[in-house]
């Protein structure tokens, strides 16, 4: 099927409160120019010079409404290369790069909009924060006046069994109903991103509220 199909395919089988975010890493500029033409406004990147190099393929002026988000491991020392052209950073995943993102905001007279990134595979390798670390960030969130706590992201295990991949989601539900709970003053704080490609209708079940999803649109990548 074309990217325009798998869109269009995906759009319709999500439910209303869930959005579709297109990861185009390693897809070219043209793939994405296909996505956007067929109704698709939000890409996630994961590498800063991949997502410099498209911002400035698809110049704004050429495709308004076009957004960004960045999904993948930040280093502090690119932060100047991301922040500047994406609406959301996915994947926060330490307080040094929650205070250096902060030092970033105040700076250039922004509000950078995030989600904590919530450690649930069981791989030791994925990365994120823990529930508690979570909890007691969000305790201190007055402090980052230019940060918006948009919500949690979280990546299952990478397991072909699906009862362990519920698992993974239905803990990341739990702790952002908590969360909602507990952070009421937290009026922004209300999307949870779960769900690739493969896993997308477990974590549409567990609450979902957007989805990111490279090779069910792009096909394979390089
Ligand atoms: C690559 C990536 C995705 C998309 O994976 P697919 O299996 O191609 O849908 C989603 N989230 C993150 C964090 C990724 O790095």
């Not at 869930?18 to 897809?27: G, I, R």
């Not at 201190?140 to 397991?159: C, D, E, H, P, V």
């Amino acid at each position: 099927m074309s990217i325009a199909e798998n869109i269009k395919q995906l759009k319709e089988t999500l439910p209303q409160g869930t959005s579709l975010v297109a990861v185009s890493k390693f897809h070219p500029s043209t793939a994405i120019a296909e996505a956007y033409a067929a109704g698709q406004r939000v890409f996630a990147e994961s590498r800063p010079q991949e997502l410099l190099k498209k911002v400035q393929e698809l110049p704004e002026s050429d495709y308004p409404g076009l957004e960004w988000h960045f999904i993948g491991h930040l280093q502090t020392n690119k932060l100047k290369m991301v922040l500047p052209y994406v609406s959301l950073v996915q994947s926060v995943d330490s307080i040094r790069l929650l205070d250096e993102i902060q030092s970033w905001a105040a700076k250039n007279y922004r509000i950078v909009d995030v989600l904590l990134e919530l450690h649930v595979a069981m791989e030791d390798s994925k990365q994120g924060f823990y529930e508690e670390e979570i909890v007691e960030l969000l305790f201190r969130a007055q402090t980052y006046k230019n940060i918006r706590f948009r919500g949690l992201m979280a990546m299952a295990s990478n397991t072909d069994d699906s009862s362990i991949v519920e698992a993974d989601f239905e803990r990341a539900d739990s702790l952002m109903a908590y969360l909602v709970d507990l952070f009421p003053e937290l009026e922004d704080f209300n999307q949870l991103s779960t769900g690739m490609s493969h896993d997308w209708p477990l974590a549409v079940k567990h609450g979902s509220t957007m989805v990111r999803i490279g090779t069910a649109i792009f096909g394979e990548r390089e």
